[in-house]
């Protein structure tokens, strides 16, 4: 019969040598026979294994060169003294089988006190999760409520219905960023008088508003941003320039990088000047003529910026379905037809690249690559970094 380890009191552990070959059964007959009568009636081996007063004789032995070690364990629900009186019982035992033997006991160690230590140790790791949890919700709390809140500020304006700041239309200056995202990027930091592009076409509501106010262009310090920045200062009355450092957006740098890059800005014409840019060279760039398929990538991504939408084509450039950017993923994870190619007028996250990967995706077409950590070899990502044309 074996102990209940919820009783077991004591572990004896101990180690074993043998000047032979000796096996498992020769060490625990060993151990009964030497001890038997050996501490009395009470404490006769196989009669508190029969209660249930001690464990099995657990033991592992290996032979090497002629002769055996290994160590033993066994398990006690006897108080202190017995136990002490059977570990000091099996230390007696001095042959094993035909060999000369020596056990010698390590430790008889309290279950209960390394249960308590265990528990204290697994206490101080749960109690330090909990209070690292709690301080991310509260983090998140905090952060959830001051999105809302800059949610909340943020304004359509024009006919165009653009991202802006709510000061726009009473401010005598107005900054010009790309996305939605740049806006609340400064609304979070107090900049109430930026309005967002909203794309890579210049819409007529900043153009007019370039005419009418001071108008600082404040952009992404990668390609995208130059790109940008090349269509505003050929199409609208722009008055300064101002950018994020190179390779950092707009949306995610800190209220002291936005402070520096603003009050950094250069005059347009000095900006002009300095980067030799000639309106010619946009009328340069679009002679170029576009393949078929790019002209059809073209129309579809003109369409998706209208309608602020996300087209699903399929191998065939065929259209599959129309979808809300906003739902863009969640869309696409519902789809049974195969889509093959993704247009749409935004961003590209690491969600999307790993769904669409899943689905079998093999092109995403939209301005600006986000911030991701890896990119699926079998996908096609076309930006204004590496084919403005289709962007223009």
């Given at each position: 019969m074996s102990i209940d380890p919820s009783s077991a009191k004591y572990l004896i552990k101990a180690k074993i040598k043998a000047d032979g070959t000796v096996e498992k059964s020769d060490v625990i007959g060993a151990i009964f026979g030497q001890t038997e009568g050996l501490m009395g009636e009470e404490l006769d081996l196989r009669d508190l294994q029969k209660s249930a007063r001690i464990g099995r004789i657990e033991v592992d032995i290996v032979q090497k060169k002629g002769k055996s070690e290994g160590t033993l364990t066994?398990?006690?629900?006897?108080?202190?003294?017995?136990?002490?009186?059977?570990?000091?019982?099996?230390?007696?035992v001095d042959r094993i089988g035909p060999c000369k033997a020596e056990i010698t006991i390590e430790k008889v160690e309290d279950i209960?006190?390394?249960?308590r230590r265990n528990v204290i140790e697994r206490a101080k790791e749960i109690l330090t999760n909990m209070i690292k949890e709690s301080r991310e919700e509260l983090e998140d709390i905090a952060e959830a409520i001051r999105q809302s809140v800059q949610v909340e500020e943020i304004v359509y304006y024009g006919k165009d219905h653009l991202p802006a700041g709510p000061n726009?239309?009473?401010?005598?200056?107005?900054?010009?960023v790309e996305g939605r995202n740049d806006v609340l990027n400064l609304l979070k930091h107090g900049i109430k008088n930026a309005i967002a592009v909203d794309g890579t076409n210049i819409p007529q509501t900043i153009i007019d508003l370039c005419n009418e106010k001071i108008a600082t262009a404040f952009v992404d310090g990668d390609r995208g941003g130059e790109l940008i920045l090349k269509e505003l200062l050929q199409v609208a009355d722009i008055d300064f320039v101002a950018r994020a450092p190179k390779t950092r957006e707009v949306?995610?740098?800190s209220y002291k990088l936005i402070m520096k890059a603003l009050k950094n800005k250069v005059p347009a014409e000095q900006f002009i000047e300095n980067y030799g840019l000639k309106k010619k060279e946009k009328v340069k760039e679009?002679?170029?003529?576009?393949s078929e398929e790019e002209l059809t990538h073209k129309n579809f991504l003109s369409?998706?910026?209208?309608?602020?939408?996300?087209?699903?084509?399929?191998?065939?450039?065929?259209e599959v379905a129309r979808v809300k950017v906003d739902s863009l993923v969640d869309e696409l994870q519902k789809m049974d037809?195969?889509?093959h190619t993704i247009i749409f007028d935004g961003i590209i996250t690491q969600r999307l690249l790993d769904v669409a990967f899943e689905k079998g995706v093999k092109t995403i077409i939209s301005p600006k690559l986000g911030e991701v950590t890896k990119i699926p070899k079998s996908?096609?990502?076309?930006?204004?970094?590496?084919n403005p044309k289709i962007f223009e």
């Open positions: 066994l398990t006690s629900a006897l108080e202190k003294v017995e136990t002490a009186i059977i570990a000091a019982g099996i230390e007696s209960r006190v390394v249960k726009v239309e009473k401010s005598d200056a107005v900054i010009i949306e995610e740098i679009e002679k170029e003529e576009l369409e998706a910026k209208e309608n602020h939408s996300a087209i699903f084509l399929d191998d065939k450039n065929g037809d195969k889509v996908i096609n990502i076309i930006t204004a970094d590496n």
